[in-house]
């Protein structure tokens, strides 16, 4: 089963190397609605695959680390990249051309790993983000697969340090120190897999993000 959350941010960007001039050479920006896909085998003692009030947590901070932005590609010009920095108080670093291709991988790719970070507490399934769909208007859009995370033509330059965020974007955040939590937590994990595949439960108390254990209404 699946369920479908919607965001949206506000932002401007050049793609460049793209074939349309005004998109590639001038400064421009869009409305950006974001559909999150999450499916599960199972649903939780509630009867729902995920609360939808969970989303409103660190998926919801992260998307909207991209509003009322600037967002650019890692490989500008170095003093375009200065003038962005000294006079944009937020901005969005990418190590990705800034196309609705790449925030679909990219919001794909962080969101597995804000959930994989998440302790959940009411019996919820196998919870995973199975799709993430970018609209940069409303005549089209592009569409991040589950599949998509293990193609390294699609992710090859994606990885934790993918993004950078401004510091007035991470000081609005509920927890300001949210994102570094969830890549000191992927790292660890990365740098110790041998001890993380022996012990799971250890791993499990580790995860940064805890979702509250509901009271029970009703004995299930």
Not at 147 to 155: A, I, V
Request: charged share 25%.
């Amino acid at each position: 089963m699946v369920i479908r959350r919607l965001f949206g941010f506000c932002a401007s960007h050049m793609v460049r190397n793209c074939t349309s001039k005004r998109c590639s050479t001038s400064i421009h920006g869009h409305n950006y609605k974001v559909e999150v896909f999450i499916g599960a085998r199972s649903l939780d003692r509630a009867g729902m695959v995920l609360d939808f009030g969970i989303f409103k947590n660190q998926i919801a901070d992260f998307i909207d680390g991209f509003d009322h932005a600037h967002h650019f590609w890692d490989q500008e010009d170095p003093d375009f990249i200065d003038f962005i920095l000294k006079n944009s108080a937020r901005y969005v670093k990418l190590s990705v051309n800034p196309s609705a291709e790449n925030y679909a991988l990219l919001l794909l790719f962080f969101i597995d790993k804000i959930l994989q970070a998440t302790e959940f507490n009411n019996a919820e399934g196998d919870i995973n983000v199975t799709s993430v769909r970018v609209h940069e208007t409303d005549h089209g859009y592009a569409e991040a697969f589950r599949e998509d995370l293990e193609n390294p033509d699609l992710m090859g330059h994606i990885h934790l340090d993918s993004v950078v965020f401004s510091e007035e974007i991470l000081s609005e955040w509920k927890d300001a120190k949210m994102f570094e939590k969830l890549k000191t937590y992927h790292r660890n994990i990365c740098e110790n897999p041998a001890k993380s595949h022996k012990n799971p439960t250890a791993n499990h108390t580790l995860k940064p993000f805890i979702n509250p254990t509901p009271p029970l209404q009703i004995q299930c």
